[in-house]
């Protein structure tokens, strides 16, 4: 009995070596092959592969599954499209996106606590956007406007279906279409800020978002452990932060030298 006992825990542990050596595999890989092909399809390929159990179900399900997985889909594609984006020489921004999405695959994603659901959906938000940003940046409004909405819509699932909240469809909806209009508003006049000797850029509407996303999320659960009530005591003060540090962000580093 004490050696199955110590033979089975073993394998538990070469299982989650493996895990890990495969995740980390992943998040490298699908960075490195992007640089080396010069495109984003293998490693968009890598990523959705790696879902494959989203499809091991009867089709019925695989819409289901896919709603469900779309805040990893996001993350993951989105470090591809920033490698893609950033070009084939090798730049420090392409260690920092493989090990992201490193840790993103081993640590940050396996976690379902509250504030890690949370993190979780800001993560997508955050750098969903980046790469959309520089995905569409000189294309028709409608593909940011559109992709903002799916970002947002997932964000905001992610974090109320983890609640007993039955309409959270519509709330869902209202997320990702505040994401489409403020991506609408950001795009007519649209600044990034870029640190080149990293090769990093990141947008100001990623920033923005992020900070909405929190503020979102923060009112949503206040309501919710009041049951419905909105305590203007509690989300106040974190509410008039939030439209204090956009409006500075706005006004003061809004220069036109970093505009696109």
């Not at 640590?107 to 800001?122: G, I, M, V, Y």
């Not at 850029?201 to 049951?227: D, K, M, W």
Request: proline letters at 3%; glycine letters at 6%.
């Amino acid at each position: 009995m004490a050696d199955f006992i110590f033979v089975r825990k073993s394998r538990n542990i070469l299982s989650s070596i493996l895990h890990v050596v495969l995740n980390i595999a992943l998040g490298a890989g699908s960075v490195l092959i992007t640089m080396a092909t010069k495109s984003p399809f293998l490693g968009i390929l890598l990523v959705v592969l790696s879902k494959w159990r989203m499809f091991a179900v009867r089709p019925r399900y695989w819409w289901l599954n896919i709603k469900s997985n779309l805040v990893d889909l996001i993350v993951g594609i989105a470090f591809v499209l920033i490698s893609y984006c950033t070009g084939t020489i090798f730049l420090p921004v392409h260690v920092i996106t493989a090990v992201l999405y490193s840790f993103w695959l081993v640590f940050l994603k396996p976690r379902s606590t509250e504030f890690a659901t949370n993190f979780q959906a800001l993560w997508a938000v955050f750098f969903g956007t980046i790469a959309l940003t520089m995905m569409t940046a000189s294309a028709d409004p409608i593909f940011m406007v559109a992709g903002c909405f799916i970002i947002g819509y997932a964000a905001a699932r992610h974090v109320l279906i983890q609640g007993d909240d039955n309409n959270f469809n519509i709330i869902m909806l209202a997320g990702g279409l505040i994401a489409a209009e403020i991506a609408w508003l950001c795009r007519s006049w649209l600044i990034v800020y870029s640190f080149s000797d990293l090769g990093i850029i990141i947008p100001q509407l990623s920033i923005i978002l992020s900070i909405f996303a929190y503020t979102f999320g923060y009112v949503y659960h206040s309501i919710t452990a009041n049951e419905g009530k909105l305590k203007w005591n509690e989300v106040g003060m974190p509410t008039i932060f939030a439209i204090l540090l956009i409006s500075i962000i706005v006004v003061w580093f809004s220069q036109p030298i970093f505009n696109v």
